[in-house]
């Protein structure tokens, strides 16, 4: 029977046996830096989702904030409503797995342990940002936290995950790969030519559609005939599956299903997660292409408030725990904005570094 303690880096005591986690001094931060999948979720299951979800949710409402007060320029790509991906696939992977993604990227880089503060400088265009501020929005990345981005070029980070499965397999690890795509870049060259490599190789990698049923501002309906992207796989003889994206529990199955199959040497499955986000394509796009009613009927299925019913209905925290982890969001979230405004802003000399690997390349001129 597995029996085997971790630690958080910011002090989380986590003992985990076969089939159960239990969590000291349960607050989120930083990713364990072990962890098992469950199949039975506990008590401290639902507060972990419910903080991680609600930090996702503040620190986006701030990040939209703040670019109205232009603080905040460029590209920017809000998470809002997609929090139980995020969650889900959290609790059904290890932190060596590593996450790649397109250019929504922020929920999921601080679900993978980068430090709201280091998200909110990026955002900022900070030199202490995750991508020392020269990344913006789209282009979070953390090879230390296993987050390679972040990706704004449609459906690129899908030929780059099956890039990073084949050297996990290379190295004969059992870390699995998570590639998340939008229903849009479905439509790309680059996902059938990769799902056909995968599929002959038996890469270690998880495709995940993050289905939010628009690509910009077009639905799905008006950009293919195959309206259930999962059927995709049919195609490869790749097993694929639709998930319920509003219910983090649903997220966790789903993907601990197919990142069991990738570990055991079975190779990739594709997830078509059936999500939705509230805000618009980006902090530019008025949204008009939708009606307020489809809105509210997703709003409706909000994931956080789903959890948070689940953790009052059991009785798993208080009211005045639930205030406790509300105000502690808060602080991070705040603090994470302190950090962005004092921080300075990187040094020129900067915008001739970390373009090629070999440090003395000979072509770099003045």
Same mark, same amino acid.
């Given at each position: ?220 309906? %008006? /950009? ?5 992207? $999962? +059927?995709?796989? =049919? ?7 639709? *998930? ?45 292409? %939708? /009606? ?5 009927? $997703? +709003?409706?299925? =909000? ?7 689940? *953790? ?55």
């Amino acid at each position: 029977m597995l029996d085997r303690e971790c630690r958080r880096s910011t002090g989380i005591s986590v003992r985990i046996f076969a089939g159960a986690l239990t969590i000291g001094k349960f607050h989120v931060g930083l990713q364990a830096k072990s962890r098992i999948v469950q199949t039975k979720f506990t008590k401290e299951t639902y507060l972990y989702w419910y903080e991680l979800m609600l930090l996702l949710r503040r620190f986006e409402e701030k990040a939209g904030q703040l670019y109205g007060m232009q603080k905040i320029r460029g590209f920017c790509h809000l998470y809002i409503g997609q929090e139980a991906i995020a969650a889900g696939a959290m609790t059904a992977t290890k932190a060596n797995d590593k996450f790649i993604t397109a250019y929504r990227d922020h929920a999921l880089a601080i679900a993978k342990g980068i430090p709201a503060k280091a998200c909110m400088a990026e955002l900022f265009g900070k030199a202490t940002g995750c991508s020392k501020g020269k990344g913006g929005s789209m282009h979070f990345f953390s090879k230390e936290h296993n987050f390679y981005g972040g990706h704004g070029i449609v459906g690129g980070q899908i030929g780059v995950g099956a890039g990073l499965a084949f050297a996990e397999r290379y190295k004969e690890t059992d870390n699995v790969i998570l590639c998340f795509f939008g229903d849009g870049a479905a439509r790309q060259g680059v996902l059938h030519e990769t799902f056909n490599m995968a599929m002959l190789w038996k890469l270690p990698v998880v495709f995940i559609c993050e289905n939010n049923m628009y690509a910009m501002g077009t639905s799905v309906e %008006r /950009t293919s005939n195959v309206l259930d992207i $999962y +059927k995709l796989a =049919d195609a490869y003889e790749m097993p694929g599956d639709s *998930i319920d994206g509003m219910k983090a529990e649903e997220v966790h199955i789903g993907i601990e299903r197919a990142v069991r199959r990738a570990r055991e040497g079975e190779g990739p499955t594709l997830l078509e997660i059936k999500t939705y986000r509230y805000k618009g394509h980006s902090m530019s796009d008025p949204a008009k292409y %939708r /009606t307020k009613e489809e809105v509210e009927e $997703y +709003k409706e299925r =909000d994931p956080i408030s789903q959890v948070l019913k689940t *953790i009052r209905d059991n009785k798993f925290a208080s009211d005045e725990e639930i205030e406790a982890i509300d105000n502690r969001v808060k602080e991070q979230v705040d603090e994470a904005v302190q950090f962005a405004e004092e921080s300075p802003w990187p040094e020129e000399d900067e915008v001739y570094k970390d373009v090629y690997v070999q440090e003395d390349y000979p072509f770099i001129i003045d």
